[in-house]
């Protein structure tokens, strides 16, 4: 069975420097890849994917993510964060055929001034 | 603009009721799915529709139950079999045409009292 890992629960980062957000996942196949981010309360906004191909994305605000096969990892970063990118991130893999979605347990983002 | 409806936003239950969660889209998207989401756990599927009349059981449907009459609707009844109702349930879609990712719904939060 597909499953996710995201290793930190709560990162607090300084408003400006860099950030990446660590995700492992297993699965048999290649799998299709997930970046989401949750502000309190809120659903769910699709920040990249992966499904093939370059295994470097870019995805919105700014945020991009690195498929390495040989880890089994799919890490976020962003090279300067904002105060708006407080938020819980969610990494999540699909099976073939993109048909269910698994989710890690998610990782809260905090940003100091 | 197109997207998805859960409603509503905060709903207050006693226990051994029954309550039905609304979830609608306009984005003609044939496949929708159910999460639970609880602090600590991430998000976890529920149930899941791939086309009209036709839907499959997650992770965790004990407790609950969908139905999927037309392609823009899926509710999900939360039964009084459900030993821990209280949680924030988020409704999803995607077309299976294309590889966008799933869409997300905003959320509605459940309180059994």
């Known amino acids: 069975a597909q499953s996710v890992t995201q290793p930190d629960i709560h990162i607090t980062v300084s408003e400006g420097a860099s950030l990446e957000l660590r995700c492992n996942y297993s699965?048999?196949?290649?799998?299709?890849l997930f970046w989401y981010v949750q502000s309190p309360g809120q659903g769910l906004q699709l920040l990249l994917k992966y499904f093939s191909g370059d295994t470097l994305v870019q995805g919105i605000k700014g945020f991009e993510a690195e498929f390495k096969r040989s880890q089994s990892s799919f890490n976020l970063r962003k090279p300067s964060v904002h105060w708006s990118d407080a938020a819980e991130y969610f990494c999540a893999v699909s099976n073939f055929g993109n048909e269910k979605l698994t989710f890690g347990t998610g990782t809260r983002l905090t940003i100091i001034p | 603009d197109g997207g998805i409806t859960q409603s509503p936003k905060y709903l207050f239950r006693k226990e051994g009721q029954n309550v039905t969660l609304s979830c609608e889209q306009n984005l003609n998207h044939d496949a929708m799915y159910w999460y639970r989401q609880d602090p600590g756990q991430g998000l976890r599927l529920i149930y899941y529709?791939?086309?009209?009349?036709?839907?499959q059981k997650g992770d965790i449907a004990e407790g609950y139950s969908v139905s999927r009459e037309k392609k823009e609707s899926f509710p999900l009844t939360v039964t009084s079999a459900q030993k821990n109702p209280t949680a924030f349930y988020l409704c999803a879609s995607r077309d299976r045409d294309r590889d966008d990712g799933y869409t997300f719904g905003s959320g509605t939060r459940l309180t059994v009292v």
């Open positions: 699965y048999g196949a290649t799998p299709y």
């Open positions: 529709s791939q086309i009209v009349n036709d839907f």
